[in-house]
């Protein structure tokens, strides 16, 4: 057990989970961050969409932020899974301490930050999981300018893989594979037709060589990259040990927030890819940014009741 009582600990140290310490670090706060090293884009070579780190190796954009981060001496860091989190009181004040779990090890602090992330859940097709961030991918933005206008295939998981199709051809001649997934009715039938997306009903078997797809009926497809939508699930099961109310989204579930990132349980707050749908580094730079801030505000002058 270690001794030390923090003012807030960040679980996750990936991007959302640095910004937060960097703000708390820079009001002076005992931070901890406890981090497993599983950011969810570290199967990219490379990071597009992020001002001044666009084409940037994800992998050293949060090597470098880490490196900032800890050169402010009031933040500590921790290697490992964060297993465990709960909500005590202090039995002389009865003020608010939260305890987390590394192993056999556990961290006290006044504030909690989840910058869990999430974990992907992928298609069961022979050689996507190999090909995922390298030539198979879930975000136009981040990935599709540079495919050059090649040829595009997006594998359906559902009827919501219409969004992609219907996006795609503004970065190249789109093909939706339907993959038993679901049978466009008339209106959704126009709609790809209108933006001149070919339609592919044979059943994906494998994904060989760089993005060639090969189909139940023999032919194989080559396209300049894939696209395929990925349900998502919360990497650790701590926000249902501390009861947070979570968010159901046509992908997955996320934390529920207030304004300023605190979720249903005073003290706790959420940021990044675990608490919005719609994820970017971009994004969960900003929202940690808040959530470090808003922990601050909550030490200074209390936290909110949520009724």
């Known amino acids: 057990m ?83 989190a709960q909500r005590n009181e202090e039995a002389t004040s009865g003020a608010t301490i939260f305890d987390v779990m590394v192993g056999t090890v556990r961290y006290r602090s006044r504030r909690l930050i989840l910058a869990l992330g999430v974990r992907d859940v992928l298609p069961e097709i022979k050689g996507l999981k190999e090909r995922w961030g390298r030539s198979v991918f879930h975000c136009p933005y981040c990935h599709g300018y540079e495919l050059n206008q090649g040829r595009i295939g997006v594998i359906a998981g559902s009827e919501l893989s219409m969004h992609q199709a219907l996006m795609l051809p503004d970065w190249g001649p789109t093909t939706l594979l339907l993959n038993r997934a679901f049978e466009p009715d008339a209106d959704q039938l126009a709609a790809l037709e209108a933006r001149c997306v070919v339609i592919d009903r044979s059943p994906v078997e494998a994904i060989r060589g760089h993005a060639d797809v090969q189909l139940a009926d023999g032919r194989s497809l080559s396209f300049s990259g894939l696209f395929a939508l990925a349900p998502f699930e919360v990497s650790t099961s701590i926000p249902e040990q501390l009861g947070l109310d979570m968010e159901q989204g046509p992908l997955g579930s996320t934390i529920k927030t207030d304004a300023v990132k605190e979720t249903s349980m005073p003290g706790v707050f959420v940021c990044g890819d675990a608490a919005r749908p719609m994820a970017s580094v971009a994004l969960a730079v900003g929202d940690g940014n808040l959530a470090g801030v808003s922990a601050h505000r909550s030490l200074m002058f209390g936290t909110i009741q949520h009724g």
Do not use: C
């Open 2 to 84: 270690s001794d030390t009582i923090y003012d807030v600990i960040i679980i996750g140290g990936s991007y959302a989970g640095l910004s937060a310490a960097l703000q708390l670090g820079r009001a002076r706060r005992k931070v901890l961050v406890i981090d497993e090293g599983l950011r969810r884009n570290r199967f990219a070579s490379h990071s597009h969409g992020f001002l001044t780190q666009d084409g940037v190796d994800p992998a050293v954009i949060a090597a470098e932020a880490r490196a900032q981060v800890m050169k402010y001496s009031t933040v500590d860091w921790v290697s490992g899974r964060a297993d465990s």
